[in-house]
């Protein structure tokens, strides 16, 4: 069985090898993965209007699987504001589950934003090194 995160909810090394393409710039990617309990979602590259269709999808699987979730954007180079609402109505979406939202990382681009929205006590935050 293909491992993708460890128990603290991090992408295991094998999981970023398999969706890096090696310090390219890389357009927006979205993908679920339920694993050990939980929901993993990997974001990457460019999170932008581009993938929104992906992220309404893999907000919705999330919730509906009921299970804790991980958003993992340590591989996040950008994100606009398709990408910062997505993570605030999960958030918000998750807590009227009765779940919780777990940002992997992140990375400081996507910190900086929920910072300045104070938004981040929505989420738990987890070091992803």
Same mark, same amino acid.
């Given at each position: 069985?293909?491992? +993708?995160?460890?128990? @603290?909810?991090?992408?295991? &090394?094998?999981? *970023?090898?398999?969706?890096?393409?090696?310090?390219?710039?890389? %357009?927006?990617? +979205?993908?679920?993965?339920?694993?050990?309990? !939980?929901?993993?979602?990997?974001? !990457?590259?460019? $999170?932008?209007?581009?993938?929104?269709? &992906?992220?309404?999808?893999?907000? !919705? &699987?999330?919730?509906?699987?009921?299970? %804790?979730?991980?958003?993992?954007? !340590?591989? $996040?180079?950008?994100?606009?504001? $398709? #990408?910062?609402?997505? =993570?605030?109505? =999960?958030?918000?979406?998750?807590?009227?589950?009765?779940?919780? +939202?777990?940002? +992997? #990382?992140?990375?400081?681009?996507? *910190?900086? =934003?929920?910072?300045?929205?104070?938004?981040?006590?929505?989420?738990?935050? $987890? @070091? #992803?090194?």
């Amino acid at each position: 069985m293909f491992e +993708v995160a460890d128990e @603290d909810g991090a992408m295991t &090394d094998s999981a *970023q090898d398999a969706l890096s393409p090696g310090g390219m710039d890389v %357009p927006g990617d +979205v993908a679920v993965f339920f694993d050990n309990g !939980r929901t993993l979602i990997l974001l !990457r590259g460019h $999170v932008d209007l581009s993938v929104a269709d &992906d992220l309404e999808h893999s907000g !919705r &699987d999330a919730i509906d699987a009921d299970l %804790p979730i991980f958003a993992d954007v !340590r591989a $996040v180079e950008s994100i606009d504001s $398709v #990408g910062i609402s997505f =993570l605030i109505r =999960l958030a918000g979406n998750a807590r009227a589950a009765g779940t919780t +939202v777990s940002l +992997v #990382g992140p990375s400081p681009r996507v *910190q900086e =934003l929920l910072v300045l929205l104070d938004s981040e006590s929505l989420f738990d935050w $987890v @070091d #992803g090194a």
